[in-house]
């Protein structure tokens, strides 16, 4: 992929492991800097070394998204050493997979505090900065589990369901601001989360994505053919079942740059009529990742 974030300056939580570590890396290949925000400072630390290998600038801030008070003094640091922030990757999250009896209201409390407390502190913290540079793009890491049922998953997909109203509500109120606000909800992804009490053979049967899939789906939003999507909660799953339906069309219809309009009515035959809503807010996604592949 070219260098489509060349220039730019990502703001990412949760970069020292899992999801925002794979996009920390893929980022810096992608040409932006970043601010590797997490509790872990060690960690981020880490990943720093891989940010700069890679030819690019790193800072670390250690970030307690459930602080405000830290959340504040990171972006603060983070504005102070770039003079700007272009991407807000809201990705810092926790959970707990157990039945509902087993799992302790702390820990209830614990999920809430970062997953969605820690999304509307960051934010919250940041569009200021956004809207005072012109604009910017704030992208969530939500879950397929917020409109999933999944035993033992019910307190973490209660704290993504927020994201969902959440989404669509900001989305709106910042058009005139130039900020957009969008979350990808992906299903399965190799992370150490997703391995809380599975063997590797467990998560082979699951076939999970791996953070770098997620790469071209989160840098997308830092480009200028994502200004006119806003307000959209994009189910990945979703998408990769697009994507492979470039195979279903007849073979004079296939050609080297694939569109969603190529591919629209299958994808009307083959989705439920709100899936092919979520497909159809995402087109501008579908043709950038067509046009990847």
Not at 198 to 209: A, G, N, T
Request: aromatic share 6%; with cysteine.
């Amino acid at each position: 992929m070219k260098k489509i974030l060349d220039g730019k300056v990502a703001f990412i939580t949760g970069a020292a492991s899992g999801i925002g570590r794979g996009l920390c890396k893929g980022f810096a290949e992608l040409g932006s800097d970043v601010v590797l925000a997490d509790i872990n400072e060690d960690g981020a630390q880490e990943v720093l070394s891989e940010v700069e290998g890679l030819g690019q600038k790193g800072l670390v801030v250690k970030c307690d998204v459930t602080d405000y008070d830290s959340v504040q003094s990171s972006v603060e640091a983070a504005v102070s050493e770039f003079n700007k922030i272009d991407m807000l990757v809201n990705n810092a999250g926790y959970s707990k997979l157990k039945p509902i009896v087993k799992l302790k209201v702390g820990e209830f409390q614990d999920i809430l505090k970062i997953n969605v407390i820690g999304v509307y502190n960051v934010t919250h913290a940041m569009v200021p900065h956004m809207d005072k540079q012109g604009g910017g793009a704030i992208v969530s890491t939500g879950s397929t589990a917020a409109i999933m049922a999944m035993p033992k998953w019910s307190a973490y997909a209660m704290s993504k369901s927020s994201l969902l109203a959440f989404t669509r509500c900001l989305g709106e109120e910042l058009k005139r601001n130039k900020i957009t606000v969008n979350s990808l909800m992906p299903t399965m992804v190799d992370t150490p989360l997703l391995r809380q009490g599975m063997s590797d053979e467990e998560i082979k049967k699951l076939e999970p994505m791996v953070p770098a899939d997620l790469v071209p789906y989160f840098a997308f939003f830092g480009t200028r053919k994502a200004r006119r999507m806003t307000g959209v909660n994009v189910n990945v799953e979703n998408i990769e079942r697009v994507l492979g339906m470039m195979t279903d069309l007849h073979e004079e219809e296939q050609k080297d740059k694939i569109s969603f309009r190529d591919v629209k009515d299958v994808v009307k035959d083959k989705m439920k009529s709100s899936d092919y809503r979520n497909m159809a807010e995402s087109r501008r996604l579908i043709d950038f990742l067509f046009s990847q592949r």
